[in-house]
């Protein structure tokens, strides 16, 4: 009965350590290719974690759908919006850079994707954005 109970217990470790991402979790909770918009890592605008100030969350969801319809004047409004709230917050200067990209702006983008990445705390889906790093090679 010991035996068992010890190989799995082995068996749900081995499991658990091999899964996808165990590693690499982000603070914010998202995992890399995750996005509830619809578009992969370093494809779109990125949410902002719950605890995140409702002022700066409401300008966020504005930017993306907006970046959604490829409104992308308007979207860049309310990402630099947000920006001037929390001008450190890596996830509102990451929007604010793929919006840039979107709009050919790309001195711009290379200097917003910069800062995203010297502000992204961990944040995985910014850390490893092909996007950023095309920009930032």
């Known amino acids: 009965m010991h035996r068992l109970t010890f190989l799995l217990a082995l068996l749900f470790l081995i499991v658990s350590f091999s899964q996808p991402g165990f590693t690499e979790e982000d603070p914010h909770g998202f995992k890399p290719g995750d996005s509830p918009f619809g578009f992969k ?4 605008p990125l949410p902002l974690s719950a605890g995140s ?3 700066l969350i409401k300008h966020n969801k504005a930017g993306t759908g907006l970046y959604l319809k490829q409104m992308y004047e308007n979207a860049l409004n309310h990402f630099q919006t947000a920006r001037s709230i929390k001008p450190s917050s890596g996830v509102i200067l990451y929007n604010e850079a793929v919006t840039l990209d979107k709009l050919d702006r790309h001195r711009e983008a290379t200097l917003r994707f910069q800062q995203a990445k010297d502000h992204a705390n961990g944040n995985v ?3 490893n954005s092909p996007i950023l790093e095309a920009h930032l090679k």
Do not use: C, H, P, T
């Open 53 to 55: 100030d409702k002022e």
């Open 41 to 44: 890592a370093g494809e779109g």
């Open 125 to 127: 889906l910014i850390l």
